[in-house]
């Protein structure tokens, strides 16, 4: 109650805050931003996903990205005309499935993938788990490129397009609609969708986080021996951090197919589940408020270094020398290094997790 | 049967070059208990350096004779360079903070690198200029090239020439002994933090002669080139039991010999359906196999399980 009463009102404000963003941003910024606001919610999503398994339970993957093309690869089939090529006979028109069968549906495949990729590895020592998820990400890729022949399930390279678009109630989200007499385009009614589904995220991880399986992840992340010692199935646990994890990324993959009516697997690269794990290391392993930060920070950097990079090198050399998107990837490798060292509990620090990974002294003396 | 052969040669030829790779990481392990991710990359290094050196080399008008060996002691001294600043830069402030913390730098270095090397020399191929003849000689009916003999015999005797080191020189025991336990060897007058630095730069220097052989096997180089072979010389290294030289050694061989009959065979086994296209894939799979029956590898005798 006391915490109502303390931060009702900030919370309101907040909500009416997010509400009316797409609309100062449309207003501000322009059309293309409310675009990038929508990705930084999906990237929100997969960082918090990301979260359970790097920041709750300790276990590096690195190829998290895997998960979302999962997902979104099964939106692309469930949701396209695309099957229609390859059996026309089973499905003249492809298939074309509603959102709420596509969107479990898509999240129960990724986390099967997660348990049969992590079944093998989580007994061993962490490392091991971070490059068979670095492999298994790389794999996947593979995979989508070649399954274009003999039989045409991916589409290969060119990927799959004509996706449905997301329809909610019968009412699709890819056209502007009229409602109350305000106009919604298409963009502002994914950022609800996506902030209505990120709110939920939101709210699943911090009832994990503060329930006996959250608290068992994290006894596990802090000492794995002490941890079954104590009783708790450390396997399982693991193994359930895992599947949760690609649950949430097969779910955002899914959304993402939707948003952009088109995948392919050039969207499913390292560099994407390197980014998705700065995100977490940089706002902070395990601390939801900072994974947010971290994610909305990475999401919008790109698109400041596009603006700022190219027109800054105009102007001191006359041409372009380093053009933005490597200069991105350079940072973010540096910024994990650089979180690591000096803050690695990252910038918000969940208090935990500042007690185990730190050397604060503030905290060291609790 | 001739192409049974060829798949041989070329696996051996590709395995050498693994095992050297993997050498790397298994040394590194052996020692720290840390998989070095920024391996691959150095391979990477190692070849672009060995490139630029050659072409620099080449346009002032020196000799290809001289220009080879030159290049490559130069690629090996930027590598061990770069080996000694990625310790000291990225993993020994961290030796004692969680296990998390180092992966997680190695990643930062890797990316580090790659983004690196991308700017440097571009997106593109490079093509790697033939400087020695480079003659096929028909073996059974097979064909093997002088480059892919020179590789597979300057590999074994790179190999040899460890295995001598570490067991037979002083430095050698040394690093056997941090790696049995770093304290003791502390206490009986190891520095360690020289022995660590020397294992990554002799590590590092592998790896760029690695990178050389790649890419004048294949006659390319590529900024890209270095995350792949790392990943494959990883998977070498725990097939023949991580921390183990020997192992990683014939991991690697066995590796090669896995991919190439593989690749060569996956179209007869799978009745056409996946092609030569999913070599790649074989590496991981023998690593998730490994990884179920037998964490420990094919000879290692340390549990792979956590310490």
Redesign the interface.
Known sequence: MKFAQKYGTLLAALVIALLLLPFITDALLGRGWVRIVDFAMLYIMLALGLNIVVGYAGLLDLGYIAFFAVGAYCYALAGSPHLAMTFPMAFPDGVHLSFWIILPMAALIAGGFGVLLGAPTLRLRGDYLAIVTLGFGEIIRIFLNNLNAPINLTNGPQGISRIDPVSIADVPLSVTQNIFGIEFPSVHLYFYLFLAFTALVILISQRLERSRIGRAWMAIREDEIAASAMGINTRNLKLLAFAMGAMFGGASGALFAGFQGFVSPESFSLIESIMVLCMVVLGGMGNIAGVVIGGVMLAVLPEVLRHSVVPLQQVLFGKTLVDPESLRMLLFGAALIVMMLYRPAGLIPSRVRRRELGTDEAVDKV | MEIFLQQIINGLVQGSVYALVALGYTMVYGILG??N?AHGEVVMIGAMLALSALTALLGVGVSALLALPLSIVLAMAGCMVLGYSIER??YR??RH?????????A??????????A??IWGRSYHSFPQLIANDPHNFGGAIINDIQIIIFILALAIMAGLMVVVHRTKLGRAMRAVAENQHAAQLMGVDINRVISITFMLGSALAAIAGIMVSANYGLAHYYMG??LG?KA??AA?LGGIGNLRGAMLGGLLLGLIESLGAGYIGDMTG????S??Q??F??FV??AV??FR?SGLFGERL????
């Open positions: 840390l998989i991710f830069i990225a402030p961290l903070a969680p296990r998390l913390a180092p992966l997680i730098t990643i930062g270095v890797s990316i580090v690198l790659q983004n690196l991308m700017m995350f792949l990943l990883f998977t725990v056409g359906f996946m092609g296209n999913y790649d894939v590496a991981f690593l998730i990884l179920v964490p792979a399980e956590r310490a």
